[in-house]
């Protein structure tokens, strides 16, 4: 008796709020449709399109393109001055002092030193983080793909950190590996000595990939596990009575048709990683000294918290990043229009 | 080897458990503790007094030690095991420590003093989960402010997001107009292109608008995101034109169209990109970092950063002020972890 009035209060609320919500959207079409029923009247059925982009161009056009192209305004001047009309134009002496090495395989021989030890971290970290998380998101969604219990929640588990903020990733696995932490904990239980894991510069950097890849593996995970389902399943079948063994139906039937999904984790990874910033900000800080200082933070660090703000030096290192993001989405253009072909 | 990689390719349908099913329940068991574990440690840790925190080698559980009230001294003392010297064990209570020497009292006959080396006294302690350092935490660290903040940027940003892009979506899919093309391939172009490349001068854009420490300017740049026009463009090709020209000649409006057909009809897209704006946009830290300076417009996750910046040693405030920031989200995805993961992997974000 009492489940069942209290199911009817439940449902008299709920089409309360229903009615509230529909009746609220109702209204609010409605008096929009007022608003962009004059406007259509204005400027006809062919001006409609232009009005709907409007909004969306409004803040693209304000906020991403005018910035870009103020940016290349800031790259060719100089000075601490924030106002571009009040920065001398000193031409490609920006750039020129960020590219000025003697030997580029040497920071040291760099007068921006830093700025080619944050290029050489970012390089290394790209290129570990991004071989590993696709291996091991490779591996991962191939076993989620198998008939197994629990898979849905396994699949959640993957997830999981996806969500969670960088700055919280950060503090957890700070915790975990500072001088008292679990994992020294752990070592010196088993009779081994403690390892300096953010104080040493290998380890540290060793450690910032480590964990990006605990961090957005499962992204990437979920999309290979989609590619894998998208498989249809009668082609191994198929595979099979012609007496295909495993490893050439992996390699004849999920590798190539598998292919359009890694190249999308491949590039979308490799974008990310270029802009590590905020994961790393809140681990290390850039540190020790300059051993997980990379790009993004380097140009943040000019533009906004060193002392002497030089504003040119990160406009044109923040260009030059620009180029390299341009040229991963062109090759990542190239290639789907290959497979489309 | 050839097994390995037939348990690496088979796919479902053989029912006996198999050597490699073990290898994979092994490998997500493993996974568990792997990406789980490192959560659960930061919780359990995070009701640790101050004192247990910094205690090498860590242990699991969060032990507090006890305390009694003794007749005579004011402040409860903490409660000791003693081996005494005939080898018997008794509970002590601690008045101080001098040295190598504690001062212990029998809180029965608290008039005499026992001395006692401290090699021979082990604190007596039960597992307490206690909220002090939560307590403690918020008065510093103002949770509440910066929930609320991140909260208003999260839903204000992905309701914009929605519309504005929607909006843009329908335009480039269903109308044929003069620079659709060139619109088209700026957005294609800027895909990749992230706010941080562009610090520098949005934030002088932001200045002059003068939207700096205001909600508004960590709100509008990033609505525009051409990730949202494309993949909610792609959805909006599959709906078929008749549909439009049937409402116009029943006499609607082009906005009657895009409200009352094209956005039910959207849903799946919607429901993605709105996922999406929302781990963007509560998970964003560099660019809410650069607009906000005054800490009461921070959001949670600047907040957190500048308030582990400022406790460098305090670890047992960071922790418990690190799980209040992480409990919003992980509550969401406890109940919408099924919609969320199974949305990302139909769209693929592509």
Known sequence: ?341 | MSSIWEFLTRTRGKNKLHVTDMITYLYMGLSVIILFGPVLWLVLSSFKTSAEVVKFPPRLLPYRQENMEVEGYEEPLPLYNVTLEDGSVVQLAQVRRIGLEGQMVDPSNPEEIIKVHIDDREPVEKVVFSLDNFREGVESFNFARYLRNSVVVTVTATILTLIVNSMAAFALAKYEFKGRNAIFLIMIGTLMIPLSVVLVPVFLVITNVGWNNNLLGVIIPGAATPTGVILLRQYMLTIPDELIAAARIDGASEWRIYSQVIIPLSRPALAVLAIFSVMWRWNDFLWPLVVLSRSEMFTLQVGLNSFQGELNVQWHLILAMTVLTLLPITIVFAFLQRNITTGIATTGMK
Not at chain 1, 102 to 115: A, G, L, M, Q, S
Not at chain 1, 119 to 137: D, K, L
Not at chain 1, 265 to 275: D, K, N, T
Not at chain 1, 276 to 289: H, S
């Open chain 1, 1 to 341: 008796m009492t489940t069942h009035s209290q199911k009817n209060v439940w449902r008299s609320v709920g089409s309360f709020f229903n009615n509230g919500l529909s009746s609220l959207s109702n209204f609010t079409i409605d008096s929009m449709d007022v608003v962009f029923g004059a406007l259509q009247r204005v400027v006809g059925l062919r001006g409609m399109p232009y009005i709907f982009v409007l909004p969306n161009l409004l803040i693209f056009g304000i906020f991403i393109v005018f910035p870009m192209l103020l940016n290349f305004g800031y790259a060719f001047t100089s000075g601490i001055e924030f106002y571009p009309d009040q920065r001398p134009w000193t031409g490609t002496t920006n750039f020129e002092q960020l590219l000025d090495c003697t030997n580029y395989f040497d920071p040291n021989t760099c007068r921006e030193d830093i700025f080619w030890r944050a290029v050489f971290n970012t390089a290394t970290y790209v290129i570990f983080q991004v071989g590993i998380m696709v291996v091991i998101s490779l591996i991962t969604a191939l076993l989620l793909n198998r008939k197994i219990r629990g898979r849905g929640f396994f699949r959640s588990i993957f997830f999981y950190p996806v969500l969670l903020s960088p700055i919280v990733v950060a503090l957890i696995w700070k915790w975990i590996l500072q001088e008292n932490g679990l994992l020294n904990g752990i070592i010196t239980g088993f009779g081994y000595d403690k390892i300096p894991f953010l104080v040493d510069a290998t380890w540290a950097r060793f450690w910032v990939i480590i964990i990006s890849v605990w961090a957005f593996m499962g992204f990437y995970t979920l999309i290979l596990l989609a590619g894998l389902q998208a498989i249809p399943s009668d082609l191994y079948e198929a595979a099979d009575i012609d007496g295909a063994n495993a490893w050439q139906a992996f390699y004849g039937i999920t590798l190539p048709l598998l292919m359009p999904s890694l190249i999308v984790v491949l590039m979308l990874s490799l974008i990310r990683a270029v802009q590590i910033f905020d994961l790393v900000f809140a681990f290390t800080g850039g540190g020790p000294g300059t051993a997980t200082l990379y790009l993004v933070q380097y140009i943040y660090g000019k533009g906004f918290s060193s002392p002497s703000k030089q504003f040119g030096l990160a406009a044109s290192a923040s260009l030059l990043m620009a180029g390299v993001l341009v040229v991963l989405t062109l090759v990542q253009l190239l290639f789907r229009k290959e497979e489309k072909a």
